[in-house]
């Protein structure tokens, strides 16, 4: 499972977890070189057969997140279950003793048990809320404020992310914590118990992107601004044939380009004069976003999508058309993305997938397809 030339080639990481932010760890880890085994009791996690599925119903969603690792099932409750995941952490192998595990409260898996029986292993336990309660990414989200400014301006109850934004924030700083320990362990011999909330993971970026510190420093909260890019200018228009697009104006230049091919300078700069604004400012181009939408909205409505397009490629305003999944498999996106490979996937089919996102030396890193559940559990002891 290893290739030489990646980066974490040569380390061995035991996998006890199901849904989002520690199997996408674990990938993540396995992109880079990693040797992962994932650990699931007989017949799977609570994720194995989690949607989206094929039509016979397997799990499109588990496979994707467990590309390129062996698995092995075993009975998690039992002695010899657990003294097998003990021995495989606790395994002297030269960059193995490393477990990535969001089931975290087992006694015979703790930190405190398997460094008994390793001294320099590292363990990274993925937890839900802050004081080790069970919490997942919609209840963690919940009681941090984003759905209370999710959504239309006009709409009076909560909107929910679709994506899983602080599973996949959590994962990833998994990963990374996991990379840092191995080295600091290569450096001085010294593991590490990591222990990573995904509350905390979810306050951390809230607080470092300043959702947090307003209420503290301002005495409010952000509020609601819809589709309507926070701090600068940005919303989204509808062209003549029911096409729509994302505008976004961060710099003078964005603004003037796009005050320019909607053909309303003389109306945005009378605007300018009237209110005594400075359009080259971020703040007055977001306070003043409604009356500039509505000089922009028409010459939108004019025009075509396809006209639409031309105009906004051939100027430096930050822009996109809206499109489902469907559309963006479609058009050829992942065909033309050297981040894509085929993958023939058993139970599920051949696809292209994608790899890890950063290119190294202009290199993407592959896995393999995901394993048949309990693939590589050792032969019965006769």
Same mark, same amino acid.
């Given at each position: 499972m290893t290739t030489p030339d990646k980066p974490l080639a040569g380390l061995r /990481?035991? !996998?006890?977890?199901?849904?989002?932010?520690?199997?996408?760890?674990?990938? %993540? @880890?396995? $992109? @880079?070189?990693? !040797?992962? /085994? &994932? /650990?699931?009791? *007989?017949?799977?996690?609570?994720?194995?057969? &989690? +949607?989206?599925? %094929?039509?016979?119903? !397997? =799990? /499109?969603? +588990? %496979?994707?997140?467990?590309?390129?690792? &062996? =698995? *092995? %099932?075993?009975? @998690? &409750?039992? !002695?010899?279950? $657990?003294?097998l995941v003990q021995h495989l952490v606790a395994d002297p192998v030269t960059g193995g003793g490393i477990l990535l595990t969001n089931s975290a409260g087992r006694s015979w898996m703790s930190h405190e048990t398997l460094s008994a029986l390793r001294p320099d292993v590292i363990t990274c336990e993925i937890l839900g809320r802050t004081d080790g309660t069970p919490g997942v990414d919609y209840t963690v989200n919940a009681g941090l404020g984003f759905p209370m400014i999710t959504g239309p301006v006009a709409n009076a109850g909560n909107v929910n992310h679709v994506l899983p934004a602080w599973d996949m924030a959590c994962g990833l700083y998994a990963a990374l914590a996991i990379s840092a320990a191995v080295r600091r362990r290569e450096q001085s011999g010294i593991g590490a118990h990591i222990t990573l909330p995904l509350e905390d993971t979810a306050l951390s970026i809230a607080s470092t992107l300043g959702y947090l510190t307003e209420p503290q420093v301002n005495g409010r909260g952000r509020v609601g601004t819809g589709n309507d890019v926070y701090g600068t200018y940005g919303t989204d228009f509808v062209a003549a044939d029911g096409a729509r697009f994302m505008i976004v104006a961060l710099t003078p230049r964005h603004f003037r380009d796009l005050v320019g091919l909607t053909e309303v300078g003389d109306a945005v700069e009378a605007v300018e004069k009237a209110l005594g604004a400075d359009f080259r400012r971020e703040a007055d181009r977001f306070t003043h976003r409604a009356v500039l939408t509505a000089l922009f909205e028409p010459w939108f409505a004019r025009h075509s999508s396809a006209e639409v397009t031309a105009a906004l490629g051939g100027s430096s305003v930050l822009w996109e058309r809206y499109r489902s999944f469907e559309e963006v498999v479609a058009a050829g996106v992942l065909a033309t993305n050297p981040m894509f490979a085929e993958l023939d996937q058993p139970r599920i089919g051949t696809f292209l997938a994608a790899g890890h996102p950063a290119a190294f030396d202009g290199e993407h890193y592959f896995t393999g397809p995901a394993p048949e559940l309990g693939a590589d559990n050792p032969p019965p002891v006769e």
């Open positions: /990481i035991v !996998e006890v977890s199901s849904f989002v932010a520690s199997p996408l760890a674990g990938l %993540t @880890l396995s $992109q @880079l070189g990693a !040797e992962v /085994i &994932r /650990i699931d009791p *007989i017949g799977g996690a609570a994720d194995v057969h &989690r +949607w989206p599925v %094929t039509d016979s119903g !397997e =799990s /499109i969603y +588990w %496979t994707g997140l467990n590309k390129g690792k &062996r =698995s *092995i %099932t075993a009975d @998690l &409750r039992s !002695e010899a279950g $657990q003294s």
